[in-house]
């Protein structure tokens, strides 16, 4: 192991560990002096996360979406994820109807399915903990409770229509109750 002093590309100077046979470090070391030092990285990276979360912020205002539910750090993680989790439906959607193909589901089945958890699924621990999951599996997961909860919704319109029809209102209406 040998240190290796230089200048990074941010201009800030440092020192790099370097392992490895003797011949190769020079050229390691220049590899590592072309990046950023570590703080200016760390920076980077951290404006480049805060980026990312406004965007998705400004995203979930135009879709009017709810606003989610956990502590502050969940939250700030999770819309971005929550995001995430959308541009991989939107990915599936996208694709033409000849490469499409997922056990006998349609493309609307798989739009009731993100309406439904967009809707539905409104606490952030619910994205951080299926960050990871694949699109397809978070379908096949939630497509019978996003087709029970359309059934729901259906018969709550309907019970709603038939009630306002069945209502007997009086020719001298004075209120609209």
């Not at 011949?23 to 950023?36: H, I, P, S, V, Y």
């Not at 996360?49 to 750090?73: N, S, V, Y």
């Not at 809707?119 to 978070?138: C, D, G, H, V, W």
Request: aromatic residues 10%.
């Amino acid at each position: 192991m040998a240190w290796y002093y230089g200048t990074f590309s941010c201009g800030h100077e440092g020192r790099v560990s370097i392992i490895g046979p003797t011949k190769d470090r020079q050229w390691k070391a220049d590899r590592e002096f072309e990046g950023l030092c570590e703080d200016c990285y760390t920076k980077s990276r951290e404006e480049a996360k805060e980026r990312k979360r406004q965007e998705a912020l400004r995203l979930a205002e135009e879709m009017e979406l709810p606003e989610l539910q956990g502590t502050a750090k969940q939250i700030a993680w999770a819309v971005t994820l929550r995001q995430e989790t959308i541009e991989r439906f939107e990915e599936l959607l996208e694709m033409s109807d000849t490469d499409f193909s997922f056990e006998g589901k349609t493309k609307d089945d798989i739009k009731k399915v993100l309406h439904y958890l967009l809707e539905t699924k409104t606490t952030a621990s619910f994205y951080i903990n299926n960050r990871f999951e694949q699109t397809f599996k978070l379908i096949e997961t939630y497509f019978d409770e996003a087709s029970n909860a359309d059934i729901e919704r259906e018969e709550k319109e309907i019970l709603e229509e038939i009630k306002t029809e069945s209502t007997v209102f009086p020719e001298n209406k004075i209120t609209n109750a």
